[in-house]
């Protein structure tokens, strides 16, 4: 136990790669007592217990893609616990006040505050995995968010991942697409999709009002894969569905989640209830987005302090319940190959959507492999956590995809589909990295490609 306690009960660590992360620069008395000020508003008693319970025993260690990936101690889901843990008991015990060098608390400066944007951000998916292995219940994602929460206040948001949020601020939209755009795209994917056999009604609404679905995208969607809008949509149109999408807010991301800024968080989230209440629909339908899935279903009433006055499902369980309805045919001689399926971490671990992939993928697909482990075990695939957004940890980041990549090698298959924009980009980049020879899908355009129309 001694030597347990002695690798992760921690001495300030070296920081990797702080270079452009944030300007270094003196962190002014002010910002400080913003930054503690988190321990007093944040969570309460539930804050409390968890910086508090940890007993370092380091079985968190090998459930990190991070930790496994890079053999690194420093990475251990437990170090980043402590660092957090390290401020507050500096501040606000008995022991941590007067003899700090005695319980391994430190001050919240300059050298402290790189190395929690270093592991919080920089080392740190918040995938949640390591909290399912805590052999005590340690809420460690909620932790780090916590700890990002401080550095935001403090202005130390890596610049990338800040820049996402504030185009989603300023333009409504985490690319920045303007409206014009985003309306010639949607036009241009309805032409293409009406010249295909089968499909030569189908349209894709924008700002219909009184439609039971009001369906959100993620913004890569219209900018990179516009492919997927029409999967949707063609899914929507054999089920026979009233929907339609906002021409002014559909992005379901909301990157302010993995920033810490809460009122940037709050303000993303309300403009999307918003968009209900002005188009008047039923049920807000989430696009293939992880983190866009948690932040509003169910993190977003926490933030406006109010419960849903509309339905809200994400797509995988609409796709489910067409089919369990017989609303559509899938054709199970479509796809000969193997195809395995990525668990994005915020829909299954965090979400608890498991099963429904998983009842869809059997109703059309011969030779469907799990990967090992699956389901809320499933490894992170590297790109969660803003990852895919803090270009400045990119090498790191890619470090981490070896541990997803074997996992997909050894199933054998030749198709990975998984529910998730962010996990598509990331498996895309692990693909070509790894030279893996697959193909990656979403789980929709995987379906609207069995479609029997």
């Not at 890596?158 to 985003?182: C, H, R, W, Y």
């Amino acid at each position: 136990m001694e030597e347990a306690i002695n690798k992760f009960v921690l001495a300030p660590a070296e920081v990797v790669d702080p270079g452009s992360l944030t300007k270094r620069r003196k962190l002014t008395q002010g910002e400080i007592n913003k930054a503690l000020k988190v321990f007093e508003n944040g969570g309460g008693a539930k804050l409390l217990t968890h910086l508090n319970s940890c007993v370092h025993c380091g079985l968190c260690a090998e459930s990190c893609i991070y930790y496994k990936a890079t053999g690194d101690d420093r990475f251990t889901p437990a170090r980043k616990v402590d660092l957090v843990a390290s401020v507050y008991r500096r501040y606000h015990t008995f022991a941590g006040k007067y003899l700090p060098s005695l319980v391994s608390a430190r001050d919240l400066n300059e050298d402290t505050a790189d190395e929690m944007v270093d592991l919080l951000f920089g080392a740190c998916t918040m995938c949640g995995r390591c909290t399912m292995h805590c052999s005590i219940g340690v809420d460690i994602a909620y932790l780090v968010k916590t700890g990002r929460t401080m550095l935001s206040v403090m202005g130390m948001v890596p610049a990338t991942l800040q820049s996402t949020v504030k185009a989603a601020v300023d333009t409504g939209n985490n690319m920045g697409i303007p409206t014009p755009e985003f309306v010639d795209t949607l036009k241009w994917m309805e032409d293409e999709m009406m010249d295909e056999p089968g499909t030569k009604d189908a349209r894709i609404p924008v700002d219909a009002k009184g439609r039971n679905i009001l369906y959100t995208l993620n913004p890569r969607e219209p900018k990179f894969f516009p492919l997927s809008i029409s999967a949707m949509a063609k899914i929507f149109y054999a089920a026979g569905e009233s929907w339609t999408l906002s021409s002014s807010m559909y992005d379901i991301t909301n990157y302010a989640y993995f920033s810490g800024n809460q009122d940037e968080a709050s303000l993303i989230a309300k403009r999307m209830w918003d968009e209900m209440d002005k188009l008047d629909a039923s049920t807000l339908v989430l696009a293939e987005c992880g983190h866009g899935s948690r932040a509003l279903r169910w993190e977003s009433p926490n933030y406006l302090h109010k419960t849903f006055p509309f339905k809200v499902k994400t797509s995988v369980e609409i796709i489910a319940d067409y089919l369990h309805d017989g609303k559509i045919k899938l054709d199970r001689e479509k796809f000969k190959e193997a195809v395995t399926l990525h668990d994005p971490c915020n829909l299954v671990r965090s979400g608890g959507i498991c099963m429904e992939q998983r009842y869809i993928l059997n109703e059309f697909i011969k030779d469907f492999r799990e990967m090992t482990p699956c389901g809320i075990d499933n490894y992170c695939c590297g790109g969660g956590g803003g990852q895919l957004a803090m270009s400045e940890y990119n090498e790191r980041r890619m470090k981490t995809a070896r541990v997803k990549a074997e996992q997909i090698r050894k199933t054998g298959a030749k198709i990975v589909v998984s529910p998730c924009h962010n996990c598509v980009d990331q498996l895309t980049q692990i693909n070509f990295s790894f030279k893996l020879n697959v193909q990656i899908k979403t789980l929709a355009e995987l379906v609207a490609d069995a479609l029997i129309l």
